[in-house]
């Protein structure tokens, strides 16, 4: 276990609906990853945050939003939610900028 | 062309067999590289972190990086079916100013067969 958290674990939306999905990191890391994963595929880097400032961002709309917290939680926000955003959606943390990210267990979207 | 090519098998090998896994990449600026492994419906396992080129070894996991090749392997020894999984490489740059972008593959599937 790596001590990131992650909930829901899965859920189920609409196309069209805004979704929240929740990010708790391992103790005494401060910078938190975002990644999208489609089936067979490999996570995608989607933003990151570091002492509560996006401080970087892949290739993703802005309907695609975050946020990060004093106590380093995160949130990812997705709003008109698409059939292409199915997929398992992975928040990974890490003490400063260098070092090994730990990955959560992940929460699986399923937009129908 | 995708920054890091890996192939995505799957990679069926008999128990006690040793697995090679490799990734190639076209960033030169990539400095960092890491194996994860994926089980299915679960998140990334840390497996191998490894900085610049050379050998590193921990257990039965052994991770090689030749950044002049641009080419990176996980060997795995005497296997085993607990080792059936999606292994993820993974690559970055530097970090610069608590800014890592961290790159992957698309994960090779394995299956040891008992």
């Known amino acids: 276990e790596t001590g990131v958290t992650q909930s829901p674990t899965h859920l189920i939306k609409t196309r069209g609906q805004q979704v929240t999905l929740r990010c708790s990191s391992q103790?005494?890391?401060?910078?938190v990853s975002w990644y999208q994963q489609a089936l067979g595929q490999g996570p995608q880097f989607i933003f990151q945050y570091y002492r509560e400032e996006e401080n970087g961002r892949g290739n993703f709309p802005p309907r695609f939003s975050g946020l990060q917290f004093p106590n380093y939680s995160s949130e990812l926000n997705v709003n008109a939610l698409e059939l292409d955003d199915s997929a398992l959606y992975l928040c990974?943390?890490?003490?400063?900028?260098?070092?090994?990210?730990?990955f959560g267990p992940g929460t699986r979207l399923t937009v129908t | 062309q995708k920054e890091v090519e890996q192939d995505p098998g799957p990679l069926s090998v008999p128990e006690g067999a040793i697995v090679s896994l490799n990734c190639t990449y076209s960033?030169?600026?990539?400095?960092?590289f890491m194996w994860y492994r994926q089980y299915s419906r679960k998140g990334p396992e840390l497996l191998m972190y490894t900085y610049s080129s050379g050998n590193k070894e921990d257990g039965r996991f052994t991770a090689q990086v030749d950044k002049s090749s641009k080419y990176i392997s996980l060997f795995i020894r005497d296997s085993q079916p607990s080792d059936s999984a999606t292994y993820l490489c993974?690559?970055?740059?530097?970090?610069?100013?608590?800014?890592?972008?961290?790159?992957f593959g698309t994960g090779t599937k394995l299956q040891v067969i008992p």
């Open positions: 960033n030169s600026a990539f400095q960092y």
């Open positions: 990974a943390s890490t003490s400063g900028g260098a070092g090994e990210q730990y």
């Open positions: 103790s005494g890391h401060n910078t």
């Open positions: 993974a690559m970055r740059p530097p970090h610069s100013g608590g800014y890592q972008k961290v790159t």
